[in-house]
């Protein structure tokens, strides 16, 4: 086996974690595989704020493997704790569902017109498929089915039997007032909604008029958790409980019973111990003095195992966050996002940063930004200019240890994607006419070679630029405004036309429009720009926007100009 001195690359945050995961691994448990966790809870839609949770231990976890050591990423799926409250804007969902609040997860209708059996299956499917996309190998861990087939059962009677010492430990932190938040401050309701998680690290601990019980039963009434513990006998495993929502009661056996869980501040790190997790991440709402992480790391000891190790992860926040609010009533899904960009550019954006380093995830304009920067990486890759912690992230990003990711063949720009997507309302044959014309001596052979990416960027269009801010084309010119224009109006146009044949080309009218105002200000069309010549080329661009597409702004105008085509062009600008 592989040593960490000999496999250690040192270049970002991913290898120092893996180092030392397998040193503590090797510690704890020599010879065994390696175990990371993540947990997440389908109490509805599981956001890129959530995916943190399971892209940190997983980026971690795959780089274990390329090192040659086994490794287990375990993703426990929540789906056996409490039905909170109905989320905002789901569809199918009204406030009839309230009737549901406290039953398990897996006992929830799932929303209207779900394939789903229930509402934990319908959130975790969509979930399930993003990570598919994204690459991520894991183990999957329903909490319903460890519960309710007594899997957990020595675990349970084991926390019931020392509930005097959980007691204590969680008595050290009941009465501590919690220190004000500095730091990590939300920006709107959707990222409040984002930092809160599922709503677990609030949860009661047990504590109750009858004495502390870390056990919590469903109702065999109304199958809901309002319920409280009244009695408990430790040799006979008798409990008896109440429920406050229908006055039902009654007295089982825990050596026979299945039909409740151990509360989440106790849950979590029996858990640990029972797998032998030996690294897994933590939101903010489970990482301030006396949450959930803290507590859990002493009273996982009284399971016999040791807390993980693990950093406390920050806000994921959204660029065009208040229009996805907006419409979806909460903050946008890994299916969202995957919808308008490829899955190794939003791998890369989680592994590039730090996990306690924030960071957005682009929805407006600033995705094509974004996209030029993971283009211009990419290069640097190519080329072998790249600094070594860069290089790592690209890594990550566009491969696993199991293999390559799907890549769009020839990567064109997502802006030049985007406008062309915009002007040609997704028409195929447009697409690949105007495309081809990019670059005439290597034209397309057809629109699979940019795709994947053709569809994210059409997609982005259609579905995240408002109405007001699509182009349109002209159908006729504007003879007014032709009409109106000076001497040098026109002929900078009588310029720009003479040369369209002879520039035709993405790079050819790019210096085309960029030189008619220096030919028109008397210097040669590769001058250096002056800051008076940029307000000439400013002045002519808002020309050609008005005459082509009514507005003073729009896609670039080299890809404008291809998108209208020749023939139309001259046309509109009055030839």
């Known amino acids: 086996m592989p040593t960490v001195a000999q496999s250690s690359t040192e270049t970002d945050w991913v290898s120092r974690f893996a180092d030392e995961v397998i040193a503590e691994s090797e510690r704890r448990a020599p010879g065994k595989p390696v175990v990371v966790a993540s947990g997440l809870s389908p109490s509805g839609p599981i956001h890129l704020g959530n995916l943190r949770e399971v892209m940190t231990p997983h980026l971690v976890a795959d780089e274990v493997r390329r090192r040659g050591y086994e490794v287990r990423h375990l993703i426990s799926w929540d789906d056996y704790d409490r039905y909170r409250k109905v989320p905002a804007g789901v569809e199918g969902v009204d406030e009839s569902w309230a ?152 007295t089982v056996r825990l050596t026979e019973f299945n039909r409740g869980k151990l509360v989440w501040k106790v849950d979590w790190p029996m858990r640990w111990a029972y797998e032998g997790v030996i690294f897994e991440p933590s939101g903010v709402d489970h990482s301030s003095p006396g949450s959930s992480f803290q507590v859990g790391g002493e009273i996982v000891g009284i399971f016999g195992g040791e807390r993980p190790i693990g950093p406390m992860y920050a806000f994921v926040g959204i660029s065009g966050m208040a229009k996805m609010s907006s419409s979806k009533g909460g903050v946008p899904t890994p299916g969202d996002a995957l919808k308008i960009m490829e899955a190794p550019l939003l791998r890369w954006l989680y592994a590039r940063r730090r996990p306690n380093q924030s960071f957005k995830i682009a929805f407006d304009q600033e995705i094509q930004r974004l996209y030029d920067e993971w283009d211009k990486l990419s290069a640097k890759v190519a080329d072998g200019s790249v600094l070594p912690a860069d290089a790592a992230a690209h890594s990550r990003a566009v491969r696993t240890a199991a293999g390559e990711l799907p890549v769009t063949p020839r990567p064109l720009p997502y802006r030049t994607l985007a406008s062309v997507a915009d002007i040609t309302a997704g028409h195929d044959e447009q697409t690949i006419r105007i495309l081809s014309e990019l670059d005439p001596a290597n034209p397309l052979a057809t629109l699979d070679e940019v795709r994947p990416r053709l569809d994210r960027a059409e997609y982005w269009i259609t579905s995240q630029v408002p109405a007001d801010a699509r182009t349109i084309v002209r159908a006729e010119p504007d003879r007014e405004l032709l009409d109106t224009l000076d001497d040098e ?47 000439a080329q400013r002045t002519f661009f808002a020309l050609l926007y008005r005459l082509l597409v009514t507005r003073e702004t729009g896609p670039r105008l080299p890809t404008l100009l291809l998108a209208v085509g020749a023939d139309r062009v001259r046309t509109l600008l009055g030839a």
């Open 99 to 250: 009737e549901y609040i406290g039953r398990p997860l897996t006992s929830v209708p799932a929303p209207q017109g779900s394939p789903h059996a229930n509402w934990a299956e319908h959130f975790r499917a969509a979930m399930v498929a993003s990570l598919a996309e994204l690459g991520v190998e894991y183990d999957g861990i329903s909490q319903t089915e460890q519960y309710t087939s007594g899997v957990y059962r020595e675990q349970v009677l084991h926390a019931m039997r020392h509930r005097a010492d959980i007691d204590a430990v969680l008595a050290q932190y009941r009465t501590r007032k919690a220190p004000a938040k500095t730091s990590q401050k939300p920006l709107d309701e959707a990222e409040v909604e984002a930092a809160e998680g599922s709503g677990a690290a609030g949860e009661d601990d047990g504590a109750g008029s009858s004495g502390y019980f870390p056990y919590k039963p469903y109702c065999g009434g109304c199958g809901k958790d309002l319920t409280t513990v009244t009695a408990y006998d430790d040799e006979t495993t008798e409990l008896t409980y109440t429920c406050s929502a229908c006055g039902f009661a009654e």
């Open 489 to 535: 109006g026109r002929e900078s146009l009588r310029l720009l036309l003479e040369g369209l044949d002879s520039h035709w080309s993405l790079d050819g009218l790019t210096t085309l429009v960029y030189g008619v105002p220096k030919v028109m200000a008397g210097l040669e069309p590769d001058a250096r720009p002056t800051p008076e010549l940029k307000v």
